[in-house]
Every structure is written in C-alpha cells, then in structure tokens.
C-alpha cells in the first residue's frame, strides 16, 4: 500500500466515531463504485461495532451511496470511456488487469456477473464503468436492480451480524471475509439462475 494512500486509509480509520462519519461512508462507498480503491468496510464495520444499535442504518447508506456511485460509473463508461480510458487504465489499480475479462463475463451473462461483482470482494468500479461501455447488452437499470441487491446483501449481512454478535461478529468478518462474501454470492447467483429457468 503506498504512502499516499496509507494516510488515507488511517485517516479514515480515525474518523469513524466523528459526527461527520456517516456523511464520509457514503462519499467512500459512492467512490468505491467508480473511482477510488478503498472500500467502504474499513467504516462501515468499526461504525456498526461502535454503534451497534446504528448498524443498520450505516449499511443502508453504504448500500445507497454504493448504487449511485454505481450509477455514476456506468455514465462514466457510456459516455466518457475513450476520454478517460489512459487515465485509469494508467492510475487507477485493477482496470487494465481485469477489463477485458469483464467484457468477456458480460457476453456470456451480465446479470451473473453484475451480481457476483455486487458481492463480492472483485473490484466493483471496474464492473460498472465496464457497464456503460458495453450499455448495449446492459441497462442501468439492470444495473441499478443487481447493484441493489449484491450491495445490500453484502452490507446489511455485516452490519446484521455484528449488529446480534457485537465483537466477536466483528473479528469474524475481518477475519473471514473474502470466504463469507465468496460464499454468498455463489447462493445469491444460484437463486438467481434458478429463477431465470424455473
């Protein structure tokens, strides 16, 4: 993690029990979506922890500022793409490694994709900006429903969770969640192909 970046993780860390701590988890998770490499659970999950009986309140805003940082990217993609594509292919981590295959995921089920990206830990804002480049074979408002769903999934699950278990939730989670969100996305997308054929 570079210097630049490290002072802003551990500002951000500093900042959780402020009163301008909600009104910054949702400028992180809006950002998150389109833009910028830190998530929104380095806020969500010591605010929820620190104020338990808020938890769910902190994973709806996440979830809501997620959908329009979402929406924001998609917009990004579908009409500012050949502008902006140096830029963040150059500067921003995890577009040039994994565009291409997310173009490919698209053609073969946009939906699935968009849902497990939602989810799990794979680097969202290069899902949604990819969205707007390809918006032929997606809406947004395909996106807007699946980004819903995945973000809100993932939010309210940690914020639930150590909203009944308090620190021990917490430790969990931390622990353990690049497996706890793997493992839920796969039943979220078989819920969702079983609906597709039933």
Known sequence: MG?????????ILASCDS????????F??????????????????????????KALWY??????????????????????????QPFVFENVPGFAKHFDHVGNL?????????????FTPIPFK???????????????????VTSLVGRGCR???????IYLFGERAQKFIEQHLQLVTIVVGILIVLVAVAIKFR
């Open 3 to 11: 210097g630049l970046l490290k002072r802003a993780y551990n500002r």
């Open 59 to 84: 994973a709806l805003i996440t979830t809501i500022a997620s959908v329009l940082g979402a929406v924001a990217g998609y917009y990004l993609g579908a009409f500012a793409w050949e502008e902006i």
């Open 126 to 144: 290069v899902f949604t900006v990819a969205a707007g480049v390809y918006s032929t074979k997606i809406s947004v408002v395909t996106l807007i």
């Open 155 to 161: 939010y309210y699950l940690m914020a639930f969770t």
């Open 106 to 118: 698209y053609q073969e089920n946009a939906v699935s994709a968009l849902l497990i990206a939602a």
């Open 19 to 26: 009163m301008v701590a909600p009104y910054l988890l949702g």
């Open 28 to 53: 992180l998770s809006f950002t998150e979506s389109c833009c910028f490499i830190i998530p929104p659970e380095v806020m969500l999950l010591p605010m929820s922890y620190a104020n338990r009986t």
